[in-house]
């Protein structure tokens, strides 16, 4: 009768133990749900309801700062460019505001130092340095910057922090720093501040 108890007693721990061993394993790999865009969302849009889904993600792919609710991102503006299935991080969207837009005016997104980020605040006029490694190069001047973004990685995939500048500028100019942005061959200088 006491070998019973003991193997009933032994079974009914390993039972508790293999519940908390599968419940600690779902938290650490389990599901995470984050809204991510259902379609093309174009810097300085406004986000609207039809533009983003939720998705369940791996806790291990789910980036800190990852929006978890239509709530957080419907409504604003985006600050960068979203293609369908990205993520939408609530460090990259902000409040609907009127930004420096007209019929020739675009955005662009460009990743700064966290150095860079202590200089640039939204309303700065900036120009872009570029330069080819043959040694030409070009400057554009008289860009705004709309805001600034930080993004913390997951400590898990490296932990590395990005900073992202939302520029405002001439469309034609804009397209001629978008490779050099690609590239990684340019540099961001301020110019002053507007107004």
Known sequence: MFKSKVIKLAFIVFILLLGAGVMASQAMYGKKNVVVAKTRIAAGAEIQPGDVEV???????????????????????????????????????????????????????????ETETKYLHPGSVVSVVTWKPSGEGAVYDNLAVVSISKTEGDVNMGGKTEYMAVLAGNKNALAGIAPFVKNQTYRVIIQGRQG
Do not use: C, F, H, W
């Open 55 to 113: 998705k369940s993600v791996s806790n291990t792919v789910a980036v800190p700062g990852a929006a978890t609710s239509p709530e957080q991102v419907v409504g604003k503006q985006a600050m960068s460019e979203r293609l369908p299935g990205d993520m939408i991080y609530t460090d990259y969207v902000q409040d609907k505001k009127d930004l420096p837009l007209g019929p020739e005016t675009g955005l662009i997104t460009v990743p700064v130092t």
